[in-house]
């Protein structure tokens, strides 16, 4: 607690200090800091205000975008503050940044710079973000859209996840668990149910193999396949039968 309420005291010192000097970088830096320290009495509306007052005082006119890309190594520094913006609920700036990274990556590899090889490597993370976004505001066909680049992308670029990466936990169970989530949300079952069962079976996790059981069980229901639901049905409740 006590080492929160010092680096937040320090982060506003350096906000300030950026604003002042109009600095761009430190700007989005300093309030991502700000974002994560926030006391812990702040209610989640006065962080949120606090935010896009901020935003809006600094950018004044500009966009969101045009306002705080610095150029080329801006995508890193971006990607973080759109991260602490989707925690605190600014889902739709949080949406505008992450989607300007995937375009200024995708702009690197048109233009085959050689530079582009790290943010490749990268680029299916932040679909999975951008999904997780469309998500939440129940644009269910974008964020399926979203999981399904993310999930290409990560087969594609394994090598340079491999070379560039460090924490490679973004497997693709989870973009096959989300893809098949949108499509349960978009009532399209039968879908639905060929992705659950692809997550299942590279789910490494027993629970979380029989959530994705439980799902595909829903969905076989749902599609009126009442003999194969019941029998994954059964298999869940004799597991959680033997849990207890």
Same mark, same amino acid.
Request: neutral net charge.
């Given at each position: 607690?006590?080492? $929160?309420?010092?680096?937040?005291?320090?982060?506003?010192? #350096?906000?300030?200090?950026?604003?002042?000097?109009?600095? *761009?970088?430190?700007?989005?830096?300093?309030?991502?800091?700000?974002?994560?320290? $926030?006391?812990?009495?702040?209610?989640?509306?006065?962080?949120?205000?606090?935010? *896009?007052?901020?935003?809006?005082?600094?950018?004044?006119?500009?966009?969101?975008?045009?306002?705080?890309? %610095?150029?080329?190594?801006?995508?890193?520094?971006?990607?973080?503050?759109?991260?602490?913006?989707?925690?605190?609920?600014?889902?739709?700036?949080?949406?505008? @940044?992450?989607?300007? +990274?995937?375009?200024?990556?995708?702009?690197?590899?048109?233009? &085959?710079?050689?530079?582009?090889?790290?943010?490749?490597?990268?680029? $299916?993370?932040?679909?999975?973000? @951008?999904?997780?976004?469309?998500?939440?505001?129940?644009? =269910? =066909?974008? #964020?399926?859209?979203?999981?399904?680049?993310?999930?290409?992308? @990560?087969?594609?670029?394994?090598?340079?996840?491999?070379?560039?990466?460090?924490?490679?936990?973004?497997?693709?169970? =989870? %973009?096959?668990?989300? +893809?098949?989530?949108?499509?349960?949300?978009?009532?399209?079952? #039968?879908?639905?149910?060929?992705?659950?069962?692809?997550?299942?079976?590279?789910?490494?996790?027993?629970?979380?193999?029989?959530?994705?059981?439980?799902?595909?069980?829903?969905? &076989?229901?749902?599609?009126?396949?009442?003999?194969?639901?019941?029998?994954?049905?059964?298999?869940?409740?004799?597991?959680?039968?033997?849990?207890?």
């Amino acid at each position: 607690k006590y080492r $929160h309420e010092f680096s937040h005291s320090y982060l506003m010192k #350096a906000f300030e200090l950026s604003k002042k000097l109009n600095d *761009k970088m430190y700007f989005s830096k300093a309030l991502r800091g700000l974002l994560i320290t $926030h006391p812990y009495n702040d209610t989640p509306e006065k962080v949120e205000s606090f935010c *896009k007052e901020e935003i809006n005082a600094f950018c004044r006119s500009k966009s969101i975008v045009d306002c705080l890309d %610095f150029g080329k190594n801006s995508s890193g520094v971006l990607a973080d503050l759109a991260a602490a913006l989707y925690e605190i609920g600014l889902y739709n700036e949080a949406k505008i @940044l992450y989607q300007h +990274i995937v375009d200024k990556i995708n702009l690197l590899i048109d233009f &085959e710079d050689p530079d582009s090889d790290p943010a490749k490597a990268s680029i $299916h993370n932040v679909h999975f973000k @951008l999904g997780l976004i469309n998500l939440k505001m129940n644009n =269910y =066909y974008l #964020a399926r859209q979203n999981f399904v680049s993310g999930s290409t992308a @990560l087969r594609e670029n394994k090598s340079l996840i491999e070379k560039h990466v460090k924490f490679k936990g973004l497997t693709d169970k =989870y %973009f096959k668990f989300r +893809i098949a989530e949108c499509l349960y949300k978009e009532n399209n079952f #039968a879908n639905a149910i060929k992705y659950f069962n692809e997550a299942y079976i590279i789910e490494d996790e027993f629970t979380d193999k029989m959530k994705n059981l439980a799902m595909k069980g829903l969905c &076989e229901y749902y599609n009126n396949d009442l003999d194969s639901s019941k029998y994954h049905f059964n298999i869940i409740a004799n597991y959680i039968e033997n849990e207890e």
